[in-house]
């Protein structure tokens, strides 16, 4: 039986009504994304349809999911709640903290030994309050979400921008910063602006070398890293109902790498599958009492243009397997040939020296059998692997059933690594070299979401190309990046010239998913008495101490950092070695913005001090001002805070002074982390005028008095010569947004209203 089945129905019962009244209000139609949009108001009494891109609407999520990394954070902000248990239902997963090195057992058990500290109080916390908590190596939070709570039709959150994978099983969720998922935690409605609808019509068949995550990758080529931001993509037609249910959660689950708020696909045969396979009868069967209500109107999907904002059409039968990378997830290259030109044109390593398979978007059942068909072929061919090789199971369900099936035991026989079920090297977790800023210069293939510079072993001249699994799996045979198993041959150990041939694997286990541990803990029904203890000497928790507001008289604020081109979450905040520090706001607060990059001297972690005129670290300047008693300001490039939801990316640089981030555009999620922590983010009125700042700039804010929804801020800039320049910046803040600067942040807004 799923979890929180009677919570299902009741989102069942009234979603027939509240959607007829929404087609009623609108006038038209309905997609699938706004019938679960409008079936999960705050208020149902709406009497208004709203306008996408421009209103913000309060929400009512069905439950909410935290990672131990964000986790942390979130949990030490609901704690100053006021709250006994939390009002939603709400998992927390273990899945970040757990650094691959030499494989599951060793790896795990070093992870319990370096962050038990950590996991106890994840552990203490849910079960005081109310949470569901999967412990370390039960599997990565989103496959774990996938076999046990998404359910059609649905809406969720999670504190974990890939939380849009369950967007695979019809629901709509949506990775959000830890004070947002704390608002709807104690109660409150979660508030979103109404998004853009982006429709992507899939026709034909996947076959042959094709996947599920090679539909993702065109689509990045094609939006671009940040064309999604603030819409929901939406698959619909034959190819999308052609598809697995784990490969629908491949395609949602990466539609965070073009800034999409969610994706999702209408509720069809491939999930009554997965819900049954999963054990989840009872949802199958209460989804199909309203099925023609979890999927979008017929009159839209045969005349998608007239619903949709903007409208993609891909046809699966002449789609050809993609290479997307290196350092960015939307750059698109063909297997082969095209890959060998561009390569050698941007003088990419062409030998892969590892493969990797595994991460929240290609870690299912179906992606190891698959994969495992071509590592079958390599030692029935005589050919071994030309490059290391790495698997990370989804979850425990799904190490356990391939285990049992013999899957393992393939990747095994080759030599592979089986990781712990948890993320590892997707996130930076990956002991892979001893010093890797000094690391060389080389190539990896992973079938991960993401690559940007750094991410996956802290090597900025590592170059990450992202694939399907079974992609992976043939080009780490070969051991070249262009390779082309559809074409090229490969000599076998007995000198023969042979081909790979397609891959083929299961959808769902053949006999049915096996488990004996799945690690989950439920929480006591009378937390009360649950101890919590985090002592003042940690330097991996801290309890927090609730901002002071900033105030309306900003002046004489000095510029931080002028960050030049592409800087996101990872840049602001890195991930990899820090992820100890993410329950310590004053430890991790020594990695922000280092690895963003100094507009005026091309630096990273190298900013002037206004102070004494010397060059210092970041953090350090950072922490100077704030000595003084001087606030700061962030300025930025386009798309600033792409990447994870990563909170921490909002709160050091609140915790070390700064005011305001004022940039040419925000990544949606970063721009509400910003709110939420009682800062302003703004965007420059005019783009060019990111140019007028100099180095030397001192900022008064000149009518922040009158801050107010809809009118721009103007902003004076000093120049160390005595001349001025009026910047007029923008912003999206609303009459609750304003109310959250002026309590110094959304928490402290919350725990007054519950005193």
Known sequence: MAFDINVIKEVYRQMPGRIEKARQLVGRPLTLSEKILYSHLWDDNSSKAFERGKDYVDFAPDRIALQDATAQMALLQFMQAGKSKVAVPTTTHCDHLIQAKNGAGTDLQSALNTSNEVFNFLESVSNKYGLGFWKPGAGIIHQVVLENYAFPGGMMIGTDSHTVNAGGLGMIAIGVGGADAVDVMAGMAWELKFPKLIGVKLTGKLSGWTAPKDVILKVAGIVSAKGGTGAIVEYFGEGAIGMSCTGKGTICNMGAEIGATTSTFGYDESMERYLRATERADVADAANTVKEHLTGDAEVYANPENYFDQVIEINLSDLSPLLNGPFTPDLSTKVGSDMNTIANENQWPLKVE????????????????????????????????????????????????????????????????????????????????????????????????????????????????????????????????????????????????????????????????????????????????????????????????????LGNDLSGVKLLIKAHGKCTTDHISMAGPWLRYRGHLDNISNNCLIGAVNAYNMKTNFVKNHLNGEYDAVPLTARAYKAANIKTIVVGDHNYGEGSSREHAAMEPRHLGVAAVIVKSFARIHETNLKKQGMLGLTFATESDYDLIQEDDTFNFVDLNEFSAEKPLTIEAIHADGSKDLIIANHTYNGSQIEWYNEGSALNLIKKQNA
């Open 354 to 549: 590892w493969g990797l398979i595994g991460s929240c978007t290609n870690s299912s059942y179906e992606d190891l059998s698959r994969a495992a068909s071509i590592a079958q072929q390599a030692l029935d061919k005589g050919l071994g692997i030309k490059a290391e090789f790495g698997i990370n199971p989804g979850s425990e369900k799904v190490r356990y059933t391939a285990d049992r099936d013999g899957i393992l035991s393939v990747f095994e026989q080759l030599d592979a690594k089986i990781f712990t079920n948890a993320c590892g090297p997707c996130i930076g977790q990956w002991a892979r070299y001893e010093d890797p800023k000094n690391a060389p210069k080389n190539s990896i293939i992973h079938s991960f979401n993401r690559n940007f510079a750094k991410r996956a072993d802290g090597n900025p001249n590592t170059h990450a190309f992202v694939a399907s699994p079974e992609m992976v799996a043939a080009i780490t045979i070969a051991g070249r990046l262009d390779f082309n198993p559809m074409t090229d041959s490969l000599v076998n150990n007995e000198g023969e010239m042979v081909m790979l041939d397609e891959p083929t694997g299961w959808e769902l286990p053949p006999k049915g998913f096996e488990v004996k541990d799945d690690g989950y803990l439920a929480p006591e029904e009378d937390g009360s008495g649950v101890l919590i203890n985090v002592s003042p000497e940690s330097e991996r928790l801290q309890l927090l101490v609730p901002f002071e507001p």
